[in-house]
């Protein structure tokens, strides 16, 4: 594959990020058209020369990043299953766009961020992204030489051997998360994303697709579900998710990794690496089974002194008919269940399916408290099970839910 197979257009570098200009190139092209051969100034004509020259400068300092993503987008595609060289670079920019969370991050951190993948995807150190020299006036442009330089170094990209298989990629991405979840675990500073998640993320596979790699601001819905996808089970062409994931997930969701649990499942040097830091607290959480759009527990973040496990109901079951069958670990784990109610729904009928839903949960968890979660104070109690008729109303996070749950109702 050629740069010339992919139009490489301003367009597309501000589509995924990967350079970030005050005014996007649609607006900057048009003041350029309106300068060239000007011979009458016009109305805004300052606005107009303002936007061409900042968008230069942005230029000026981003040849380098972008003929590193351009080399990481044409390595990355050789991981991914589109059927064109042309689509599989789009899913490779995809990945490095969405991978490295371009999106958020400021000029400094993106073009580091860029540019240390690059190194990793197995050219000569000798060979660096060339940069691109524009001059105040623009009397000197070597786009042209820039361009050139590019080609050079993606057909040495293309031309390179022996990169990692997708089975050999996948057993170090899934390695990577041990430190990611420690860091969810304890703190401190988070490892940088690696190319091996770039490379798991162009091929669609689980170690890159299973949670973000930048963790600050996961949620806990976001944590949960990833348990439920961890303990489901992996189609052929994945390398399975290993036991030390999901007992990382586990742990970064504030529950404690007992050797009860983990002694018929791991070896002495995994169960050390998976147990680091693991939190041991006393307090019994929660199971929130939430509604699949707009619930309240969407934005909840980990609180690891409330164990929490926050999915959909279709999920459910994957914690006890799984790879890790949950429900003795869970049993003495847990204060309560919650429903959470559609208030947007008939309220009868949105009654009968959390009956049915504690059915399944009390055919593992015979003996756990459940209860509605609601958004709003309930109107009529006509048709609720007396033990429902004191909900959990609007918590802003499952601390506030389990203290609601373990309160005593009101007198009337």
């Given at each position: 594959m050629s740069t010339s197979a992919v139009s490489l257009t301003p367009t597309l570098f501000e589509q995924y990020y990967v350079f970030r200009p005050p005014n996007p190139w649609s607006e900057v092209q048009a003041a350029r058209d309106k300068l060239r051969g000007l011979q009458v100034a016009y109305k805004g004509m300052e606005k107009d020369r303002d936007k061409v020259v900042a968008y230069v400068n942005v230029l000026r300092r981003s040849g380098r990043v972008l003929a590193a993503a351009v080399c990481l987008s044409a390595h990355l595609r050789r991981y991914s299953p589109a059927p064109t060289a042309e689509l599989g670079f789009m899913d490779g920019l995809a990945a490095l766009s969405v991978g490295l969370g371009l999106q958020s991050l400021d000029e400094s951190s993106r073009i580091a961020a860029i540019e240390r993948c690059f190194r990793d995807i197995g050219l000569q150190q000798s060979n660096d992204p060339p940069e691109l020299v524009i001059s105040e006036d623009l009397s000197t442009d070597n786009s042209g030489q820039w361009r050139q330089s590019l080609e050079k170094l993606v057909r040495e990209v293309n031309g390179i051997d022996n990169i990692p298989s997708a089975e050999d990629v996948q057993r170090e991405a899934w390695t990577?998360?041990?430190a990611r979840l420690q860091f969810l675990r304890q703190g401190g500073t988070l490892p940088p994303v690696d190319i091996n998640y770039l490379r798991c993320f162009a091929a669609g596979f689980l170690a890159?697709?299973?949670l973000p790699a930048t963790l600050e601001a996961i949620t806990l819905c976001?944590?949960?579900?990833a348990l439920t996808t961890a303990l489901a089970p992996t189609s052929k062409d994945q390398v399975p998710t290993p036991d030390t994931f999901t007992f990382g997930v586990l742990a970064a969701l504030g529950f404690d990794l007992s050797p009860e649990l983990l002694s018929s499942r791991v070896d002495a040097q995994l169960?050390?690496?998976?147990?680091?830091?693991?939190?041991q607290t006393t307090a019994k959480?929660?199971?929130?089974?939430?509604?699949?759009?707009?619930s309240q527990t969407a934005t909840w973040r980990i609180d690891l002194s409330i164990p929490t496990l926050d999915i959909v109901p279709d999920r459910a079951q994957d914690l006890f008919s799984g790879k890790l069958n949950l429900t003795r670990y869970l049993t003495t784990r847990l204060q309560g269940a919650l429903l959470e109610i559609d208030m947007s729904q008939q309220l009868p009928t949105e009654i009968i399916r959390c009956q049915q839903l504690r059915k399944i949960i009390s055919a593992f968890l015979p003996n756990l408290r459940t209860a509605l979660l609601v958004s709003r104070?309930?109107?009529?109690?006509?048709?609720?099970?007396?033990?429902?008729?004191?909900?959990?109303?609007?918590?802003?996070?499952?601390?506030?839910?389990?203290?609601?749950?373990?309160?005593?109702?009101?007198?009337?």
């Amino acid at each position: 594959m050629s740069t010339s197979a992919v139009s490489l257009t301003p367009t597309l570098f501000e589509q995924y990020y990967v350079f970030r200009p005050p005014n996007p190139w649609s607006e900057v092209q048009a003041a350029r058209d309106k300068l060239r051969g000007l011979q009458v100034a016009y109305k805004g004509m300052e606005k107009d020369r303002d936007k061409v020259v900042a968008y230069v400068n942005v230029l000026r300092r981003s040849g380098r990043v972008l003929a590193a993503a351009v080399c990481l987008s044409a390595h990355l595609r050789r991981y991914s299953p589109a059927p064109t060289a042309e689509l599989g670079f789009m899913d490779g920019l995809a990945a490095l766009s969405v991978g490295l969370g371009l999106q958020s991050l400021d000029e400094s951190s993106r073009i580091a961020a860029i540019e240390r993948c690059f190194r990793d995807i197995g050219l000569q150190q000798s060979n660096d992204p060339p940069e691109l020299v524009i001059s105040e006036d623009l009397s000197t442009d070597n786009s042209g030489q820039w361009r050139q330089s590019l080609e050079k170094l993606v057909r040495e990209v293309n031309g390179i051997d022996n990169i990692p298989s997708a089975e050999d990629v996948q057993r170090e991405a899934w390695t990577a998360w041990e430190a990611r979840l420690q860091f969810l675990r304890q703190g401190g500073t988070l490892p940088p994303v690696d190319i091996n998640y770039l490379r798991c993320f162009a091929a669609g596979f689980l170690a890159a697709r299973i949670l973000p790699a930048t963790l600050e601001a996961i949620t806990l819905c976001a944590t949960s579900d990833a348990l439920t996808t961890a303990l489901a089970p992996t189609s052929k062409d994945q390398v399975p998710t290993p036991d030390t994931f999901t007992f990382g997930v586990l742990a970064a969701l504030g529950f404690d990794l007992s050797p009860e649990l983990l002694s018929s499942r791991v070896d002495a040097q995994l169960l050390s690496r998976a147990i680091t830091a693991s939190p041991q607290t006393t307090a019994k959480g929660l199971l929130v089974l939430r509604l699949p759009a707009a619930s309240q527990t969407a934005t909840w973040r980990i609180d690891l002194s409330i164990p929490t496990l926050d999915i959909v109901p279709d999920r459910a079951q994957d914690l006890f008919s799984g790879k890790l069958n949950l429900t003795r670990y869970l049993t003495t784990r847990l204060q309560g269940a919650l429903l959470e109610i559609d208030m947007s729904q008939q309220l009868p009928t949105e009654i009968i399916r959390c009956q049915q839903l504690r059915k399944i949960i009390s055919a593992f968890l015979p003996n756990l408290r459940t209860a509605l979660l609601v958004s709003r104070p309930l109107t009529t109690l006509t048709g609720i099970p007396v033990d429902w008729q004191h909900p959990v109303l609007s918590p802003p996070n499952q601390a506030d839910a389990a203290r609601q749950l373990s309160s005593p109702p009101m007198a009337a």
